[in-house]
Every structure is written in C-alpha cells, then in structure tokens.
C-alpha cells in the first residue's frame, strides 16, 4: 500500500475542448477535487466547474488529503502529454520532503524544488554547493543565481483556458 498525503495543484493552459472528458477522468482517478475532502461528492470536478474556471481567466484548482504519494500521476501526466502547464505542492509526511513541482512548458521549466510547509521555495545544501562551486568568488553572479533560484517561476504559470 502506497503513503497518502496532501497535495494541492494549479493547472493552467489551454485545454481544447474535445479533450475535457479526458482531464476530468484523470482528476477523479487521482482523487483530486475541489476541496480537501476529495471523497465528497460534491468536491468532484465537473464540466461545468472547468467552464467556469476558464470563463473565470482563474487557474484550475485541485487538491487532495489523500494524494498517494502526494502526487497526481494520472493528471500531471495528462498536463505533460497536452501541454498544460501545472505547479503541484505536496506536503511533508513521514520520511518524505515537501516539495514543489513545476511544468511549464512555455518556459521550459520542468523541475522539483524543495518546499516548506506553505510551498514556499527552499535551498538545500546540495543546490547551494553547486551554485558555489559554479560561482567562485564572484558574489554578483552568486546573488543573480540564488535570486533566479528562488524567483524562477514567478508569475509564469497562465490562466486556465478552454479553447475550441
């Protein structure tokens, strides 16, 4: 049996039309919804929610108590496979780090950072060490890395768009 934790997605994009059934699918199978309690009925994603969030120029926002493994294999799959850019956090639990999953395409960014509780940003120690390393002494340039690190995926994420 696999660990369940929490984890929250924004999903932005452009979604063509034919392909909602599919997206909706993956939400359900990763029991990811509209609210926490993913089992709720109500909490599951419809067509309706997918236009309004669209009508709304907003990102799609899912989440789960109960993600297995804090993550939604079958949705970011779907997300990678279509194009759609997403920023998934997972909380800590047990052994496992929280982290911060980002795909976006129109940037090519698709990479998982270290994250706290909030899915604010970290730096671990093998990151620092490497920007070190690639540094030397040149503190503008540490400052500029470290900077890009920590503001790399500012503002990137689009709004969530269903197109024909």
């Known amino acids: 049996m696999s660990e369940r934790f929490s984890a929250e997605i924004?999903?932005?994009?452009?979604?063509k039309r034919e392909l909602i059934e599919d997206l909706l699918g993956c939400l359900e199978n990763d029991?990811?919804?509209?609210?926490w309690d993913s089992y709720d009925p109500e909490s599951i994603f419809k067509e309706k929610d997918l236009l309004a969030t669209s009508e709304a120029k907003e990102w799609l926002n899912g989440k789960s108590s109960e993600a297995k493994w804090g993550e939604f294999e079958e949705t970011e799959q779907f997300c990678h496979e279509n194009n759609l850019s997403f920023i998934r956090h997972s909380s800590a639990y047990s052994d496992e780090d929280a982290d911060l999953t980002v795909f976006l395409p129109d940037y090519d960014i698709d990479r998982i950072y270290y994250a706290n509780a909030v899915g604010a940003i970290m730096l671990n120690k093998n990151e620092y060490d490497s920007i070190m390393a690639e540094c030397g002494t040149d503190l503008d340039l540490f400052w500029k890395k470290l900077y890009n690190h920590f503001?790399?995926?500012?503002?990137?994420?689009?709004?969530f768009e269903i197109i024909d």
């Open 151 to 159: 503001h790399l995926i500012d503002n990137k994420l689009p709004q």
């Open 31 to 35: 029991s990811c919804g509209k609210e």
């Open 10 to 15: 924004n999903i932005g994009g452009k979604l």
